[in-house]
C-alpha cells in the first residue's frame, strides 16, 4: 500500500510512521507513507502558503499554487495513478467498510490535509477525486484525521496483523454483522473478586464462538442500538440477543 500525505506538518506522522502496527507495516514493505509540504513549493521568500479569503471574514485559506504543486510532486512519485482525498467534515463518513475497500484495492492514496478555515475550493474541483470525515466535528487540521484512516487502512493489510483473522473479527466488520465487539478477558481468572466468565475457561470452543456472538449482539443493543436498528437479524441472533436481554434484567437490582 502507497500512501502520501500534503501536510504543513510532516513531523506530526512520525505519530504512525515510528510506532505501532502502521510502523511494523512499514518496516516490514506492506506499508509506504511519505509527506509533501506546501511551504517547499511556495514562489516567495516567505514561504506563503495561505491567505485571507475573498469575501472577508475570520481565518485564513490555504492557497492553491503550493498545493497543487506539492499535489502534483506527490502524483509524480506514486508508482501508479494514485486517488486523490481530501478530509474534510464536508466528506463521506469514513467507516470500517471504506477503510477495507482502500486497503483491499491497493490504489495509491494522496491524502490532502488541510488547515485554517480549509483550502482553496478551486483544488477540491479540480484536484480531489473523494472526501471523506471521519466525524461530526472540526479539528485544528487535517493530519490527525489522516492518521486515523492510514491506521485504520492498515489493519486491512494482509500480515500487517499478527493473526489473519484479526481484522475480520474486530467490531463493524462485515464478518460481524458491523456488530460491536464482545468483552475481552486475559490473566488472572479471578480480579477483585470479579470471574472470567466461566465459558471461556471450559474449552468448548462452539459454546464459546455461540457467548461472543450474544455479547456482541448485547453489547450493540446496550451501547449503540442504532447499528441493530439497520439490520436484519436472523432467527439465530434473534434468541441469542433475547437471551442476552433476559440476562440482563436478572442482574439489575430491584
Same mark, same amino acid.
Given at each position: 500500500?502507497?500512501?502520501?500525505?500534503?501536510?504543513?506538518? +510532516?513531523?506530526? /506522522?512520525? #505519530?504512525?510512521?515510528?510506532? %505501532? =502496527?502502521?510502523? @511494523?507495516? $512499514?518496516?516490514?514493505?506492506?506499508?509506504?507513507?511519505?509527506?509533501?509540504?506546501?511551504?517547499?513549493?511556495?514562489?516567495?521568500?516567505?514561504?506563503?502558503?495561505?491567505?485571507?479569503?475573498?469575501?472577508?471574514?475570520?481565518?485564513?485559506?490555504?492557497?492553491?499554487?503550493?498545493?497543487?504543486?506539492?499535489?502534483?510532486?506527490?502524483?509524480?512519485?506514486?508508482?501508479?495513478?494514485?486517488?486523490?482525498?481530501?478530509?474534510?467534515?464536508?466528506?463521506?463518513?469514513?467507516?470500517?467498510?471504506?477503510?477495507?475497500?482502500?486497503?483491499?484495492?491497493?490504489? +495509491?492514496?494522496? /491524502?490532502? #490535509?488541510?488547515?485554517?478555515? %480549509? =483550502?482553496?475550493? @478551486?483544488? $477540491?474541483?479540480?484536484?480531489?477525486?473523494?472526501?471523506?470525515?471521519?466525524?461530526?466535528?472540526?479539528?485544528?487540521?487535517?493530519?490527525?484525521?489522516?492518521?486515523?484512516?492510514?491506521?485504520?487502512?492498515?489493519?486491512?493489510?494482509?500480515?500487517?496483523?499478527?493473526?489473519?483473522?484479526?481484522?475480520?473479527?474486530?467490531?463493524?466488520?462485515?464478518?460481524?454483522?458491523?456488530?460491536?465487539?464482545?468483552?475481552?478477558?486475559?490473566?488472572?481468572?479471578?480480579?477483585?473478586?470479579?470471574?472470567?466468565?466461566?465459558?471461556?475457561?471450559?474449552?468448548?470452543?462452539?459454546?464459546?464462538?455461540?457467548?461472543?456472538?450474544?455479547?456482541?449482539?448485547?453489547?450493540?443493543?446496550?451501547?449503540?442500538?442504532?447499528?441493530?436498528?439497520?439490520?436484519?437479524?436472523?432467527?439465530?441472533?434473534?434468541?441469542?440477543?433475547?437471551?442476552?436481554?433476559?440476562?440482563?434484567?436478572?442482574?439489575?437490582?430491584?
Amino acid at each position: 500500500m502507497w500512501c502520501g500525505v500534503v501536510t504543513l506538518f +510532516p513531523q506530526s /506522522f512520525s #505519530a504512525i510512521q515510528d510506532y %505501532g =502496527i502502521t510502523a @511494523r507495516a $512499514i518496516k516490514n514493505g506492506l506499508l509506504t507513507l511519505k509527506t509533501w509540504d506546501p511551504r517547499d513549493f511556495t514562489v516567495d521568500n516567505y514561504a506563503t502558503v495561505d491567505d485571507r479569503p475573498y469575501g472577508g471574514g475570520p481565518g485564513m485559506v490555504m492557497m492553491a499554487q503550493p498545493l497543487r504543486d506539492a499535489l502534483a510532486a506527490a502524483k509524480q512519485a506514486a508508482p501508479s495513478r494514485p486517488r486523490v482525498v481530501y478530509v474534510t467534515p464536508a466528506g463521506k463518513r469514513f467507516d470500517q467498510q471504506t477503510a477495507r475497500k482502500l486497503a483491499m484495492n491497493s490504489e +495509491p492514496l494522496i /491524502f490532502i #490535509a488541510g488547515r485554517y478555515e %480549509g =483550502i482553496d475550493h @478551486r483544488v $477540491i474541483e479540480h484536484d480531489v477525486d473523494e472526501q471523506l470525515s471521519i466525524g461530526d466535528y472540526v479539528l485544528s487540521g487535517g493530519e490527525l484525521a489522516v492518521m486515523v484512516i492510514v491506521d485504520a487502512l492498515t489493519r486491512w493489510l494482509p500480515g500487517a496483523l499478527g493473526h489473519n483473522q484479526s481484522a475480520v473479527n474486530d467490531a463493524f466488520s462485515e464478518e460481524n454483522l458491523g456488530l460491536l465487539d464482545c468483552p475481552h478477558y486475559t490473566r488472572p481468572a479471578s480480579l477483585a473478586g470479579v470471574d472470567v466468565p466461566p465459558v471461556l475457561l471450559g474449552g468448548d470452543h462452539q459454546l464459546i464462538a455461540r457467548w461472543r456472538k450474544k455479547q456482541s449482539l448485547g453489547q450493540t443493543w446496550l451501547h449503540r442500538p442504532d447499528i441493530l436498528q439497520k439490520l436484519t437479524l436472523d432467527e439465530t441472533c434473534q434468541k441469542l440477543l433475547a437471551e442476552f436481554q433476559k440476562e440482563i434484567v436478572k442482574e439489575e437490582p430491584l
